[in-house]
Protein backbone atom coordinates (compact mmCIF):
# COMPACT_ATOMS: atom_id res chain seq x y z
CA UNK A 1 0.00 0.00 0.00
CA UNK A 2 2.86 2.71 0.47
CA UNK A 3 3.31 2.64 -3.58
CA UNK A 4 -0.10 4.74 -4.24
CA UNK A 5 0.50 6.66 -1.44
CA UNK A 6 4.01 7.64 -2.73
CA UNK A 7 2.45 8.53 -6.23
CA UNK A 8 0.11 10.36 -4.65
CA UNK A 9 2.66 12.11 -2.55
CA UNK A 10 4.63 12.87 -6.08
CA UNK A 11 1.78 13.97 -7.86
CA UNK A 12 0.56 16.49 -5.34
CA UNK A 13 3.95 17.98 -4.93
CA UNK A 14 4.12 18.28 -9.20
CA UNK A 15 1.13 20.45 -9.61
CA UNK A 16 2.21 23.86 -7.86
CA UNK A 17 3.37 23.59 -4.25
CA UNK A 18 6.24 24.99 -5.30
CA UNK A 19 7.29 28.59 -3.95
CA UNK A 20 5.90 31.55 -5.88
CA UNK A 21 8.10 32.73 -8.90
CA UNK A 22 10.20 35.64 -8.04
CA UNK A 23 11.68 38.45 -10.15
CA UNK A 24 14.65 36.72 -11.34
CA UNK A 25 12.81 33.56 -12.19
CA UNK A 26 10.35 35.64 -14.68
CA UNK A 27 13.62 36.31 -17.34
CA UNK A 28 13.61 32.43 -17.52
CA UNK A 29 9.78 30.89 -16.63
CA UNK A 30 9.38 28.27 -18.36
CA UNK A 31 6.15 26.72 -17.08
CA UNK A 32 3.02 28.25 -17.70
CA UNK A 33 2.00 28.29 -14.01
CA UNK A 34 5.10 30.44 -13.69
CA UNK A 35 4.53 32.64 -17.01
CA UNK A 36 1.15 33.20 -15.75
CA UNK A 37 2.62 34.81 -12.17
CA UNK A 38 5.03 36.63 -14.01
CA UNK A 39 2.66 38.20 -15.81
CA UNK A 40 0.42 38.80 -13.20
CA UNK A 41 2.69 40.49 -10.82
CA UNK A 42 3.86 42.63 -14.55
CA UNK A 43 0.48 43.94 -14.77
CA UNK A 44 -0.27 44.47 -10.48
CA UNK A 45 3.18 46.90 -10.75
CA UNK A 46 1.91 48.68 -13.63
CA UNK A 47 -1.30 49.68 -12.04
CA UNK A 48 0.50 50.19 -8.42
CA UNK A 49 1.70 52.82 -10.91
CA UNK A 50 -0.75 54.65 -12.91
CA UNK A 51 -2.95 54.45 -9.47
CA UNK A 52 0.01 56.52 -8.38
CA UNK A 53 -0.21 59.25 -11.44
CA UNK A 54 -3.70 59.22 -11.18
CA UNK A 55 -3.58 60.43 -7.92
CA UNK A 56 -0.89 63.38 -8.88
CA UNK A 57 -3.42 64.47 -11.18
CA UNK A 58 -5.97 64.23 -8.66
CA UNK A 59 -4.27 66.47 -6.90
CA UNK A 60 -3.33 69.07 -9.72
CA UNK A 61 -7.29 69.58 -10.09
CA UNK A 62 -8.31 69.71 -6.03
CA UNK A 63 -9.48 73.01 -7.32
CA UNK A 64 -11.36 72.33 -10.45
CA UNK A 65 -14.96 70.23 -9.85
CA UNK A 66 -15.83 70.00 -13.00
CA UNK A 67 -12.23 68.82 -14.53
CA UNK A 68 -12.31 66.32 -11.59
CA UNK A 69 -15.57 65.01 -12.71
CA UNK A 70 -14.27 64.89 -16.34
CA UNK A 71 -11.40 62.62 -15.13
CA UNK A 72 -13.49 60.01 -13.11
CA UNK A 73 -15.34 59.73 -16.18
CA UNK A 74 -12.66 59.03 -18.52
CA UNK A 75 -10.90 56.49 -15.81
CA UNK A 76 -14.54 54.19 -15.65
CA UNK A 77 -14.94 54.48 -19.37
CA UNK A 78 -10.82 53.67 -19.81
CA UNK A 79 -11.14 51.17 -17.46
CA UNK A 80 -14.20 49.66 -18.93
CA UNK A 81 -12.38 49.83 -22.47
CA UNK A 82 -9.29 47.73 -21.49
CA UNK A 83 -11.17 45.13 -19.55
CA UNK A 84 -13.33 44.35 -22.82
CA UNK A 85 -10.35 44.92 -25.30
CA UNK A 86 -8.46 42.66 -23.12
CA UNK A 87 -10.80 39.85 -22.77
CA UNK A 88 -11.18 40.26 -26.34
CA UNK A 89 -7.79 40.48 -27.54
CA UNK A 90 -7.19 36.98 -25.10
CA UNK A 91 -10.50 34.97 -26.21
CA UNK A 92 -8.57 32.92 -28.76
CA UNK A 93 -7.13 30.94 -25.63
CA UNK A 94 -10.11 31.34 -23.46
CA UNK A 95 -9.97 28.13 -21.50
CA UNK A 96 -6.74 27.42 -21.85
CA UNK A 97 -3.70 27.63 -19.19
CA UNK A 98 -2.28 30.36 -21.31
CA UNK A 99 -5.28 32.57 -20.94
CA UNK A 100 -4.37 34.19 -17.69
CA UNK A 101 -0.86 35.36 -18.43
CA UNK A 102 -2.62 36.52 -22.33
CA UNK A 103 -4.99 38.30 -20.83
CA UNK A 104 -2.31 40.08 -18.41
CA UNK A 105 0.12 40.81 -20.86
CA UNK A 106 -2.53 42.86 -22.64
CA UNK A 107 -3.69 44.51 -19.63
CA UNK A 108 -0.32 45.71 -19.07
CA UNK A 109 0.53 47.09 -22.70
CA UNK A 110 -2.56 48.71 -22.19
CA UNK A 111 -2.21 49.95 -19.04
CA UNK A 112 1.76 51.03 -19.86
CA UNK A 113 -0.02 53.83 -22.53
CA UNK A 114 -2.39 54.66 -20.10
CA UNK A 115 0.83 56.11 -17.95
CA UNK A 116 2.64 57.08 -20.76
CA UNK A 117 -0.81 59.38 -21.39
CA UNK A 118 -1.10 60.27 -17.56
CA UNK A 119 2.90 61.26 -17.70
CA UNK A 120 2.09 63.64 -20.72
CA UNK A 121 -0.44 65.56 -18.37
CA UNK A 122 1.87 65.83 -15.40
CA UNK A 123 4.59 67.62 -17.60
CA UNK A 124 2.30 69.63 -19.93
CA UNK A 125 4.43 73.08 -19.99
CA UNK A 126 2.62 76.78 -18.81
CA UNK A 127 0.69 77.65 -21.81
CA UNK A 128 0.06 74.20 -23.43
CA UNK A 129 -3.66 74.58 -24.73
CA UNK A 130 -4.26 70.74 -25.11
CA UNK A 131 -3.44 69.87 -21.56
CA UNK A 132 -5.98 69.65 -19.08
CA UNK A 133 -4.03 69.91 -15.90
CA UNK A 134 -2.52 73.23 -14.55
CA UNK A 135 0.81 73.92 -14.33
CA UNK A 136 3.01 71.87 -11.48
CA UNK A 137 4.05 73.25 -8.77
Known amino acids: MRFPVLILVSFVG ?25 ADKSFDASDAELNTLYKQIEARLKDNRDATKLLVTAQKAWIAF ?11 VDGGSAYPMVLSQCQDGVTQNRI ?11 GDLSCPLPPGN
Do not use: H, W
Request: aromatic fraction near 6%.
Open 82 to 92: RDAECTFSASG
Open 14 to 38: SIGLAPAASAADCDTATSQAAMNEC
Open 116 to 126: KDFKTYLSCQE
